[in-house]
């Protein structure tokens, strides 16, 4: 190997962030370059959940009967256009194929190390100087009905049997969790987890890559990536002079395939477009995540306010925002909450969230020489991208694989 003096980052998210980030510790000369700007896709709306616990495949064989429904309610959170598209369609066919018990089960073992390793990641960025917290609370999980709990607890107990602490408790009948309605008669706590506001907490990692030295360039968009013959890379920037560095990470979420599909990456990456707004609270504030399952619907306090998220959207990344899903999140949660104005949103968002067939992310050597995918984590690339960041930057520095992305090889 070579010695890894200068690296380039593309993507401006939590992964390439951390990446970035963990590249400076070992003394590397970083350059990040985004399109757009620092936490501009789907770093910034999302619900900040950092749950290892609930990290797992989407993939799951309860697809097989929520699908179908999904596809005749408008709305249900998974939400696939009727159209013909070709890649589409063959990207939901594999995905469908790993929504088996035992696919689900490998998913959930190749995923299990770096879950184990994420809070303890966010801990290590705290600590080196990124100014943002990470905030200890329970989760408070709601139903409607009793046996609508089953299916979540199952997936919890498969978690816990996977290798993962997980702490889960029933809420007494008749206590009453503030701010939820009678509608929600079956509560349930899940402690061990954390969440974030997610685009300033990636903002501060971006201040932090910056004063340690590196250049952050937004409006830069890479429209090529190629191995040198004498070693290294070069990246193409529309508008900008070529730059070099010893090694580049492409970090492009959703977009992923745009750079890496000709870099001997063939697995599909779609676009799983989460929507998001914010909301009043009156009353005390809501100061814990809520998570309805059943409707697939997550809340966390932000900025005073309370956001919600939701929607499992399959459709292309630079799509136009879509309000129907906006109503349906709405209409999903309207009457399970009390103090809650869902009428008076504010910070509408859609974001585009990269899918893989197998559930397991793409982070590793690519074909070429020097050049490294990070992506595909589905929804859970806030959660384990410090972790991400941490282990790629061992693998690009040292030629060895950490045991914890091993199964996430771009190239399998």
Not at 54 to 62: F, G, K, N, R, V
Not at 104 to 115: C, E, F, G, S, V
Not at 268 to 290: K, N
Request: with cysteine.
């Amino acid at each position: 190997m070579t010695e890894t003096k200068s690296a380039i980052v593309v993507g401006a998210g939590m992964v390439g962030l951390a990446t970035a980030w963990h590249l400076q510790e070992r003394g590397v000369e970083v350059t990040v370059l985004d399109r757009h700007g620092v936490a501009s896709g789907s770093s910034w709306g999302n619900a900040g959940w950092l749950t290892p616990g609930m990290a797992m495949p989407l993939a799951d064989p309860s697809l097989w009967a929520y699908g179908p429904k999904a596809m005749l309610d408008p709305d249900a959170a998974l939400s696939v256009p009727f159209r013909f598209d070709r890649a589409l369609w063959g990207f939901l066919a594999r995905f469908m194929a790993h929504a088996t018990p035992g696919a689900w089960q490998r998913a959930m073992a190749a995923l299990t190390p770096i879950d184990r390793l994420a809070l303890e990641a966010y801990d290590e960025l705290e600590a080196g100087g990124v100014h943002a917290t990470s905030y200890d609370s329970p989760w408070v999980v709601g139903f409607e009905r009793e046996q609508q709990s089953r299916p979540f607890v199952h997936e919890l107990r498969a978690v816990a049997k996977a290798g993962q602490k997980i702490a889960l408790s029933r809420v007494p009948d008749g206590v009453r969790v503030p701010h939820l309605s009678r509608a929600v008669r079956s509560t349930w706590t899940l402690e061990g987890q954390r969440y974030i506001e997610p685009g300033p907490y990636v903002e501060a990692l971006a201040t932090s890559v910056s004063a340690r030295g590196a250049k952050v360039l937004t409006d830069a968009r890479v429209t090529d990536v190629r191995t040198l013959p004498r070693g290294g890379a070069e990246v193409d920037v529309a508008g900008r002079d070529p730059l070099r560095a010893d090694a580049v990470v492409i970090a492009t979420g959703a977009w992923l395939p745009d750079l890496t599909r000709r870099l001997g990456v063939r697995t599909r990456v779609q676009a799983g477009r989460g929507y998001s707004f914010s909301v009043p609270v009156s009353g005390p504030p809501i100061d814990h995540p809520v998570y309805f399952p059943a409707r697939r619907v997550a809340c966390t306090p932000y900025q005073g306010r309370l956001r919600i998220a939701g929607t499992m959207e399959f459709r292309g990344p630079d799509e136009p925002f879509q309000p129907r899903r906006i109503e349906a999140i709405v209409n999903s949660v309207r009457g399970l909450f009390e103090g809650v104005d869902l009428d008076s949103r504010a910070d509408e968002w859609v974001g585009s969230r990269p899918v893989t067939p197998d559930g397991l992310p793409l982070v590793g050597r690519t074909a070429a020489p020097g050049v490294y995918a990070a992506g595909g984590h589905g929804m859970w690339g806030m959660v384990l991208g410090p972790a991400t960041g941490r282990a790629l930057a061992t693998q690009i520095m040292t030629g060895e694989t950490p045991e914890e992305i091993r199964p996430f090889d771009p190239l399998r």
